[in-house]
Each structure stands twice: as structure tokens, then as C-alpha cells.
């Protein structure tokens, strides 16, 4: 192996040469093929190494998740089997009675919490520089619905979109202002966009937050089974039973 | 790469080098569904297609951790044929079972075929550079991977309890080792092709 040449490479690729060093190596690298695609080769294999190594953590991390989410999406989630002593068992199954005795809830009603997924906004990487929107999304996606309001209110002054109206509106039921929210959602309702069906189910979630349970199953009743979401009507349908 | 226009569904990549899990869940109900079909269609199953797919995913993350992928085509289009190729290498490798392919399925996109392209390379790359890493003895891997964590060499020395000269040395040395076995194999491989 050719040693010198590789601690060459690296010199130069730090710095340490000096001017006179520097413009020889240059001059090889122009002349030498065959030190040139050595070179480039040496830089490819310092850039993969940093991805290898640089981002570890963060792979193993998404790997992770990515299997979670797999393997939900392929009905493959296994209970997980907790071993337990016999004795155990018995007090952890006695802790369990008196705690059920104690805060049992008797309103087996399903709860707005149960359902809610306001979800994520993504306007700005269509290379938007409407600074507002900027920070309508951001707040939106750091779960500050209050402070996401005001921007989405200025937003939509000059640019009315269905998109934007409905993450509005998801802002606007996540602040309990309930009745701007009917407000959008209808509007959104009553329109054309592919926000129609998901409008339709925001206003089922606003009657559910009221506990206004009638109305809830019968605006989920009007939800075509088209709708993506399709499975979380039936779910909640199905528990408002 | 610079002259075609990112397309707007580069949020997925970026979601996905994000970690973001209501993009990845939004990938499997939009677009997992249709690869499923496909590979069920043409001799695999529920199991494989899950295996294809979890692949095709970690390598759109190191592309998009390498910085090398910038979408200019609808990411369906892009992840569907991802997926379809990376199925048919399947089938060749395994074909003496005698193979049926539905190929009037396939929607090809220009565009498309050459990011893919791309990505099967850089993928190609990325295998080879891992089996080349696992030839390396214990001292260069673990030298390498502590410099490339840790960034400051003087750390690396300290920790490694030598001095800061000697791990400068080494990890050249060690990144010489690597960049000469990349080389010999590119060699060969033009060798091969021409």
C-alpha cells in the first residue's frame, strides 16, 4: 500500500500544506490520472464513512420506528408476553380491582382525546416564503394551536386555500373555539376539495368534544367510505354504539 | 442535478430523513399498498413485499442523509419503481423457481428511471463500501468509527489512550486501506464492463 500517498490526501485535505506543497499536489492531481482517481476515491470513502458513522444513532432510531410503523400497517403487532410470578399476579390482579372500584368510569362514552390527531402541516416546501404561513406551520406542528391561529387568519387574507382553511380549522377545535371552527369546516364541507370528507369528520371530532353524541354519529354517518381515514369512523361509530 | 425542479412531494424524503412518523405512516397507507399488489402479483407475498419495502425505506434514508437525493419526480412514481426493481433483483437471484411477470403494470417515467438509477447506485456503492469496512481489521474499524463519531482527534487519541500524532497517522492509513480496496474493485469492474 501506498502509504506516503495516503498521508498526502489527507494533508491536503486539511490544510497543512504549504503554498508551494499545495500547488504540486495540485499539478499531480492534473497530470496523474491515476493519483487523481485515487484521490477522488479516498474523499468518497471519507464522505460514506461520515454517513456511516455521523448518523448512527439516527438510524438505528428511524429503523426502529420504520418497523413499528410496518409492522402495524402489516397487522403483525405481537402482544407482548410479561411474565409473571403467581404471587404477583394475584396483588398486582388486586392493586388492578381497587383501582377499577375506585376511578372506574361509568361513562363508557369514547372521549374527543381517543380521536384526536390533528396531524402535521407541510405548505412550506413548496418553496413558499409567505412568512406567516412559515410560521402558521411551525407552530402548528409544535402542537401551539393558540399561537398558530392568528398567523393562519393573516395568511388567509390574500390566499384563501382549502388546504390552509382546514389546518385552520383544526387549530381553531384544538383552542375550544368551537364555533369558528363549525364555521370553516362547513365552508370546506360544502366545497369541492379533497379536504371535504376530512372537514366532515373535524366537525364529527367538534360534536365529540361537546359530548354531543347524537349529533357526532350522525355527521359521521354522512362520511363517504372513500374517505382515507375510513377505518377511525367506523371505530368511533362503532363506540358510540 | 441542479437544473430540474425539486418537486413538491420532496417533503417525503424530507420526512423521512426526519424520522417523522406521520410522513412514513402516510408512505405505507398511500403508496405501500400499491407495491404490495405488485409483488403479490408476481410471485411473492404479504411478507416479502413487507421486506422489500422496509429495504427501499432505509435506503431512501441514507440517501437523504448523504444529501444525494433531491426529488424531481411525484414520489410514487419514484418509490413504486424503487420497490418493483428491487423485487425483480430478488426474483433473478432466486429464478430456477421459474418466475411469471406482469409487466404491463409497470408505469415507467423518465424522470424517475434515472433517480432510481441513481439510487441503485449509490446503493451499490453504499454495499460495497460496508463489505470492503468488514475487512478491516478490529484496530482500523474501531479507530474509524470513534474519529468519525466523536470528530475531534484529540478526543479519539485521549480515549484511545495513545497519542494525537499516532491516530492522525492510523486513520489515514486505515481510510488508505479502504480507499485501495474501492479502487482495485472499481478497476475490476471497468475491466469487466469493457
Not at chain 2, 116 to 133: H, I, R, S
Not at chain 2, 177 to 191: D, G, H, V, Y
Request: aromatic fraction near 12%; hydrophobic fraction near 35%; glycine fraction near 2%.
Amino acid at each position: 500500500m501506498n502509504e506516503e500517498r495516503y498521508l498526502l490526501f489527507d494533508q491536503y485535505l486539511q490544510g497543512e500544506m504549504t503554498v508551494e506543497e499545495r500547488s504540486n499536489f495540485e499539478k499531480q492531481i492534473s497530470e496523474d490520472q491515476d493519483f487523481a482517481s485515487e484521490f477522488s476515491t479516498f474523499k468518497e470513502v471519507l464522505r460514506q464513512l461520515k454517513t456511516k458513522f455521523g448518523h448512527e444513532q439516527e438510524r438505528e432510531a428511524f429503523i426502529e420506528n420504520l418497523s413499528a410503523i410496518s409492522d402495524k400497517h402489516f397487522n403483525k403487532e405481537k402482544p407482548k408476553v410479561v411474565f409473571m410470578r403467581p404471587w404477583y399476579f394475584a396483588a398486582a390482579a388486586s392493586v388492578a380491582i381497587l383501582f377499577g372500584l375506585l376511578f372506574f368510569d361509568y361513562n363508557q362514552n369514547p372521549s374527543f382525546n381517543d380521536f384526536n390527531q390533528p396531524g402535521q402541516a407541510h405548505f412550506t416546501e413548496r418553496s413558499n416564503t409567505n412568512v406567516n404561513l412559515i410560521q402558521a406551520e411551525k407552530a402548528f406542528n409544535d402542537k401551539k394551536f393558540k399561537e398558530a391561529v392568528p398567523f393562519f387568519e393573516s395568511v388567509l387574507k390574500n390566499n384563501k386555500t382549502a388546504e390552509i382553511q382546514y389546518y385552520y380549522g383544526v387549530s381553531l377545535l384544538q383552542t375550544i373555539e368551537y364555533k369558528k371552527a363549525e364555521v370553516v369546516f362547513n365552508e370546506l364541507k360544502s366545497g369541492n376539495s379533497v379536504y371535504k370528507e376530512k372537514a366532515l369528520w373535524n366537525l364529527a371530532l367538534l360534536k365529540l368534544k361537546q359530548k354531543d353524541y347524537k349529533g357526532c354519529k350522525q355527521i359521521l354517518q354522512t362520511i363517504s367510505q372513500e374517505y382515507e381515514d375510513y377505518d377511525e369512523v367506523q371505530e368511533l361509530l362503532h363506540a358510540l354504539e | 442535478m441542479k437544473k430540474s425542479k425539486i418537486h413538491p412531494d420532496q417533503k417525503y424524503i424530507d420526512g423521512i430523513a426526519a424520522n417523522d412518523s406521520a410522513i412514513i405512516r402516510s408512505i405505507y397507507k398511500n403508496y405501500v399498498p400499491k407495491v404490495v399488489f405488485y409483488i403479490m402479483n408476481n410471485s411473492g407475498d404479504r411478507d416479502q413485499a413487507q421486506d422489500v419495502v422496509q429495504e427501499i425505506m432505509i435506503l431512501l434514508f441514507n440517501q437523504a442523509k448523504a444529501n444525494t437525493l433531491q426529488l424531481t419526480c411525484p414520489f410514487d412514481a419514484y418509490f413504486f419503481l424503487l420497490c418493483k426493481r428491487k423485487w425483480l433483483n430478488e426474483l433473478k437471484k432466486t429464478s430456477n423457481k421459474g418466475v411469471t411477470i406482469n409487466e404491463d403494470f409497470a408505469s415507467i417515467n423518465e424522470s424517475a428511471l434515472d433517480s432510481v438509477e441513481q439510487a441503485e447506485q449509490f446503493d451499490e456503492k453504499q454495499q460495497l463500501f460496508d463489505m470492503m469496512f468488514q475487512k478491516l481489521g478490529d484496530k482500523c474499524q474501531e479507530l474509524l468509527k470513534l474519529s468519525f463519531t466523536i470528530k475531534s482527534m484529540e478526543e479519539v487519541a485521549e480515549k484511545l489512550n495513545v497519542t494525537y500524532g499516532y491516530v492522525r497517522k492510523k486513520k489515514s492509513l486505515c481510510v488508505g486501506q479502504l480507499t485501495r480496496w474501492i479502487q482495485e474493485a472499481k478497476n475490476f469492474k471497468s475491466l469487466k464492463n469493457n
